[in-house]
């Protein structure tokens, strides 16, 4: 293995706190981190790691040369990119991360876009909610994060990472098309089933607190991460919940849309590391995102 490869084990154990998150992130076994740090600990001579409770920390030698790791790794990113630039042509392969609106809505036609305009670069895909997103790309897991930030959430500012905005997506209502009464809000249909995203997800917390500002508690008997089976839902005529704008038109035909004014809206935007930010084919990849898909209402 790569000393290259041991120094960022080194800066995700900083980062992370134990040996066990950083193969689970880096995608080794827990005994080959653990021997990698240690071949670390034997090249520089030095003691690099110290137990803290259940977590290992870094020792004041682990210190200096996760401070120095960082630069190194940095260098060689922005090597790289000076590389890429040299070229006549965009070129190369940029590691995507997106949630799964990003997925349904931007992504095909950003891989169209890219393949025209730019036959040479490409792009991989992974999906990914936004907190995992972030985490992929300050790990160099991705290279660009497609994210989403509800009104009052906020992440941990990470120094390494450039943040760009793209648009605002409204949040909708989305009913059974065959409701015999007129629905100008979530108030009318308060007394419905609702499906709503997963405990803990910011999309639920957002709905959730959404209802209880409008005066009641919804009655939830369903929960899905996948937008799609809170389509089918309401066009089943079985629940009521909140989709985004973003969402392709053909994937909510049969419901209902009701628009909830633009305070109710989340913010859409990427993430990159200031490395890579100003990289021919980043920044063709941003150029081609900062058009944004026709709204589904």
Same mark, same amino acid.
């Given at each position: 293995?790569?000393?290259?490869?041991?120094?960022?084990?080194?800066?995700?154990?900083?980062?992370?706190?134990?040996?066990?998150?950083?193969?689970?992130?880096?995608?080794?076994?827990?005994?080959?981190?653990?021997? @990698?740090?240690?071949? /670390?600990?034997?090249?520089?001579? =030095?003691? &690099?790691? +110290?137990?803290? *409770?259940? !977590?290992?920390?870094?020792?004041? @030698?682990?210190?200096? /040369?996760?401070?120095?790791?960082? =630069?190194? &790794?940095? +260098?060689?990113? *922005?090597? !790289?990119?000076?590389?890429?630039?040299?070229?006549?042509?965009?070129r190369g392969t940029l590691a995507v991360a997106a949630y799964e609106s990003a997925c349904l809505a931007m992504v095909p036609e950003l891989v169209r876009g890219?393949?025209?305009?730019?036959?040479?670069?490409?792009?991989?895909?992974?999906?990914?909610?936004?907190?995992?997103?972030?985490?992929?790309?300050?790990?160099?897991?991705?290279?660009?994060?497609?994210?989403?930030?509800?009104?009052?959430?906020?992440?941990?500012?990470?120094?390494?990472?450039?943040?760009?905005?793209?648009?605002?997506?409204?949040?909708?209502?989305?009913?059974?098309?065959?409701?015999?009464?007129?629905?100008?809000?979530?108030?009318?249909?308060?007394?419905?089933?609702?499906?709503?995203?997963?405990?803990?997800?910011?999309?639920?917390?957002?709905?959730?607190?959404?209802?209880?500002?409008?005066?009641?508690?919804?009655?939830?008997?369903?929960?899905?991460?996948?937008?799609?089976?809170?389509?089918?839902?309401?066009?089943?005529?079985?629940?009521?919940?909140?989709?985004?704008?973003?969402?392709?038109?053909?994937?909510?035909?049969?419901?209902?849309?009701?628009?909830?004014?633009?305070?109710?809206?989340?913010?859409?935007?990427?993430?990159?590391?200031?490395?890579?930010?100003?990289?021919?084919?980043?920044?063709?990849?941003?150029?081609?995102?900062?058009?944004?898909?026709?709204?589904?209402?």
């Amino acid at each position: 293995m790569s000393e290259m490869k041991r120094l960022r084990m080194l800066i995700e154990l900083d980062r992370l706190g134990t040996v066990s998150a950083v193969a689970k992130r880096l995608q080794y076994s827990t005994s080959a981190v653990s021997q @990698q740090l240690a071949q /670390l600990e034997r090249d520089f001579e =030095a003691p &690099l790691l +110290e137990p803290d *409770g259940r !977590r290992v920390r870094l020792t004041p @030698q682990g210190l200096v /040369l996760l401070e120095r790791a960082q =630069a190194v &790794l940095r +260098e060689w990113e *922005g090597a !790289r990119s000076a590389v890429s630039a040299s070229h006549d042509e965009v070129r190369g392969t940029l590691a995507v991360a997106a949630y799964e609106s990003a997925c349904l809505a931007m992504v095909p036609e950003l891989v169209r876009g890219l393949r025209d305009a730019h036959p040479e670069a490409h792009v991989t895909l992974v999906q990914a909610d936004a907190d995992v997103a972030r985490e992929r790309v300050i790990s160099r897991d991705s290279d660009l994060g497609i994210v989403e930030r509800y009104r009052g959430q906020t992440f941990p500012h990470h120094p390494d990472l450039v943040e760009t905005v793209l648009f605002t997506d409204p949040m909708l209502l989305v009913v059974p098309n065959d409701l015999d009464f007129e629905v100008t809000g979530p108030r009318d249909v308060a007394d419905l089933d609702w499906v709503v995203e997963m405990p803990g997800t910011p999309t639920r917390d957002w709905a959730v607190a959404l209802c209880r500002r409008l005066g009641f508690e919804p009655r939830i008997r369903y929960e899905s991460s996948d937008v799609l089976v809170h389509h089918n839902l309401a066009r089943s005529g079985v629940a009521v919940g909140f989709l985004p704008a973003l969402t392709p038109a053909h994937l909510l035909e049969g419901t209902r849309l009701i628009e909830l004014g633009a305070a109710e809206a989340r913010t859409v935007y990427t993430v990159a590391r200031r490395s890579q930010h100003e990289t021919p084919l980043m920044a063709a990849v941003l150029e081609l995102l900062a058009h944004r898909p026709e709204a589904a209402t």
